[in-house]
């Protein structure tokens, strides 16, 4: 067994010990509250959602790159399509919408499997960006032609783009670190989505200052319990990175903080269109991009905090 | 053989609906319960059909039967086998000329037989922009036969945009079904104002009309 994979299975075995804490408190909490209240509910099916999670990044991340690369693929079709299903459209988008579905997406993913940085950093944000909006106006462009180019441009950057930057982190050389990038993508996803957490249980608890009073229900107080059990998180985590312990913890608090700003500008946009939730795919979550909105804005500056500094 | 054909073919057609729209039943008026209705849907594709079915849950789907017009489904080898055995479909004629049996005979023998079924009561394909076209008279030939089965509106969203009429590449978007509270046909009521308010239950459960786009 490497080094990398027997790091991997402490990891999951650390992680699987607090999902079965959080198994054993939401059934104490079901025991205690006999009336059945929503939100013991609603947390005792989260729970089941994240082993769901777990079980399947952890299978993933084991088998190596191309299972990274697959299932990265699939969450960015899921949350692509929850978001092309919220934005304005025409029948004269048909052909962008079906080439970002079947060219953009995987194309996208075929350069991250294969390494090719200056391509995949590049192929959406210059070249779909080009051409789709051709295609719109070969098809008779039309009202609001403008946003709804932009709103296309705008679904691929975050559930395409950003997304792939997570399994992006393999290409990476780093200095002294050997082939061990597969615990970078353990790490950004355990950081963001353990701040988020916590950000949530504080900011129900002790929260007052709204961030965005009419946006969401995140305070500044929950956001910085979660900033700092971030931080700590990212600190204990330092043996699976390359950064030592005091920059670990920074670039996991950096993470955080563009992950929070992420769930806020997706939840603004919902509340623009009218929804609750993104999609309804997992449990208790809503939709994938629910699930993921910090996690896919976090990787692209995660990504390349690391690619500028430590490569 | 066939049988066996026909079920393999039917989840190959529900697995590929699911990762193109992620499909999901909205069950706001009744339970998916296995009880006989009449599903009534709005039709703006030819997709509007094999989503109900798909969302249906088995034991449901098994027992619930479209009805579709004989001139399409029966126009090639492969659609009948689609609608024939893998959809079980009731095929009328829509062609009132070309005619042998009475549409709305073969419809209640259907009902008869316990099978649920699916209608689209506008007739034909609504290619216009209004959400709804005036609902043909079958609906209530058929409510008039056997007043006692619930008529369910079932409204089917976003299908239109994931395969806009004359596109043959389908862009995956969520879409979701919507079934609503039953409908009955009241003692001595007419026929239009009881297609009024069918097609007004059928309307109400559209999301655009609610103002919040889903």
Redesign the interface.
């Known amino acids: 067994m490497t080094q990398t994979s027997a790091d991997l299975i402490m990891l999951f075995a650390g992680v699987v010990g607090l999902l079965f804490l959080a198994t054993i408190a939401g059934e104490i909490l079901r025991v205690r509250d006999a009336d059945g209240s929503p939100v013991v509910d609603t947390f005792v099916t989260r729970v089941h959602s994240w082993w769901a999670m777990v079980a399947i990044l952890a299978l993933a991340l084991i088998s190596g790159r191309v299972a990274i690369v697959v299932l990265f693929a699939f969450a960015s079709f899921a949350a692509l399509r929850e978001f092309m299903t919220l934005t304005q459209k025409t029948r004269a988008d048909h052909w962008a919408m079906v080439a970002s579905f079947y060219v953009v997406l995987p194309v996208q993913y075929i350069l991250i499997w294969w390494g090719q940085e200056g391509l995949f950093t590049s192929f959406i944000p210059v070249y779909a960006f080009l051409l789709l909006p051709i295609l719109s106006m070969l098809r008779g462009a039309g009202a609001s032609f403008l946003s709804r180019i932009s709103e296309t441009q705008w679904a691929l950057m975050i559930c395409v783009f950003c997304a792939s930057h997570v399994p992006a982190l393999l290409v990476l050389d780093i200095d002294g670190y050997g082939a061990r990038n597969v615990l970078l993508i353990a790490f950004l996803v355990l950081v963001v989505q353990l701040g988020d957490l916590m950000e949530y249980f504080a900011g129900r608890r002790f929260g007052r200052t709204r961030v965005a009073e009419t946006i969401s229900r995140k305070t500044w107080e929950g956001v910085g319990c979660g900033l700092a059990f971030a931080v700590l998180v990212g600190a204990l985590l330092a043996w699976i990175t390359p950064f030592g312990v005091f920059w670990s913890g920074v670039y996991a608090g950096i993470a955080f903080l563009v992950g929070v700003g992420g769930a806020l500008v997706l939840a603004a946009i919902k509340q623009d269109r009218g929804v609750q939730n993104w999609g309804h795919l997992i449990p208790g979550q809503g939709g994938f991009v629910d699930q993921l909105d910090s996690v896919f804005f976090a990787a692209p500056v995660f990504f390349y905090m690391t690619r500028y500094f430590w490569v | 053989m066939i049988r066996l054909l026909a079920a393999v073919t039917g989840q190959i057609l529900t697995t590929f609906a699911r990762f193109i729209t992620?499909a999901?039943a909205d069950w706001r008026g009744i339970e998916p319960v296995r009880k006989q209705r009449i599903y009534f849907a709005n039709h703006t594709s030819n997709a509007d059909m094999p989503l109900i079915w798909t969302v249906l849950p088995p034991a449901l789907r098994r027992e619930t039967r479209p009805v579709a017009a004989a001139d399409y489904w029966l126009k090639s080898k492969l659609r009948a086998f689609a609608g024939r055995d893998v959809f079980k479909a009731v095929l009328i004629d829509r062609r009132a000329e070309h005619r042998t049996e009475d549409p709305i005979a073969k419809i209640v023998e259907a009902l008869d037989e316990g099978s649920s079924i699916i209608i689209f009561p506008e007739g034909g394909r609504n290619m216009t922009d209004d959400p709804l076209l005036p609902f043909k008279a079958g609906i209530f030939n058929i409510a008039t036969r056997r007043p006692d089965v619930d008529l369910v509106p079932t409204w089917v969203d976003?299908i239109s945009?994931i395969m806009?009429k004359g596109?043959v590449?389908p862009?995956?978007?969520?879409c979701t079904v919507i079934f609503g509270a039953p409908v009955h046909l009241k003692k001595d009521e007419a026929m239009e104002p009881f297609l009024t308010r069918c097609s007004d239950a059928l309307g109400a459960l559209n999301p655009a009309q609610s103002?919040?786009?889903?």
Request: avoid cysteine.
């Open positions: 992620a999901r976003n945009n806009p596109e590449i862009v995956p978007l969520a103002g919040a786009r889903g």
